[in-house]
């Protein structure tokens, strides 16, 4: 599949018909013999900031069969990196591994791995994925019962040499609205802030703490403005 322009994300025709029978397009997950998803990239990008790849992430993830269903839809999950040799940010193509637990709740699997083998050395910031009926994370989401400065991916907080930038992982959550905009929020796993994205800027929102992902909201801030 040829990779849309820059900056923006394109749908295939008749994206939302695909059902069961219909291998998705933009679903490339495969899992390795020890165990770990790998997703394939890119899907969409380059892009120049974080902020355009969340507002693009967001269209892409949450226009997936079931992915703004309320509770009986499902999950996806995409991988945010940065490729050192562009200076640019992209997003993988989706994972739909995942189903319910024993005590109904949904989950997800996240991808630990990209295969992108033509974009050289690149650097994975974080996961993202949709909810299909909440806007809010879950316990899970901000890292309850982990220990301080975990992430999917390694260290919560590195520094890389080649960028000589020191990089904070994040988790962003895609939520689509009943009037079908898109809404995004993000989870620093080092800082433990987390932020909506409003006309196209981060607004912090509250902070997480303790051990089991208490969300404490800062004054006056809530999950919409």
């Known amino acids: 599949m040829r990779r849309p322009p820059r900056g923006t994300v394109l749908l295939p025709l008749g994206l939302l018909l695909v059902g069961c029978a219909s291998p998705n397009p933009w679903v490339r997950v495969t899992r390795r013999a020890d165990g770990i998803l790998v997703v394939d990239g890119p899907a969409a990008g380059p892009f120049d900031t974080q902020e355009e790849l969340a507002r693009n992430a967001c269209e892409l993830v949450t226009a997936q069969p079931g992915a703004a269903t309320g509770r009986q839809g499902m999950e996806y999950c995409v991988l945010w990196y940065y490729v050192k040799e562009e200076g640019k940010y992209f997003i993988s ?4 591994v995942g189903g319910n637990r024993a005590s109904g709740r949904k989950y997800r699997e996240v991808p630990r791995a990209l295969n992108a083998p033509t974009q050289g050395d690149v650097l994975l910031l974080g996961p993202g994925h949709n909810h299909p009926h909440n806007r809010q994370f879950s316990p899970e989401d901000l890292g309850s019962g982990r220990s301080p400065g975990w992430s999917p991916q390694g260290p919560s907080r590195f520094h890389d040499p080649v960028t000589r930038r020191t990089w904070d992982r994040e988790l962003l959550v ?3 609205e009943w009037d079908g905009n898109c809404t ?8 433990r802030v987390v932020s909506a994205l409003r006309d196209g800027a981060w607004v912090p929102i509250g902070k997480v703490e303790g051990e089991w992902g208490d969300l404490k909201m800062f004054e006056g801030q809530d999950w919409l403005p």
């Not at 995004?184 to 800082?191: E, I, K, L, M």
């Open 184 to 191: 995004t929020y993000r989870y620093n796993y080092a800082t």
């Open 93 to 96: 193509y989706l994972s739909d």
């Open 174 to 176: 895609f939520f689509k």
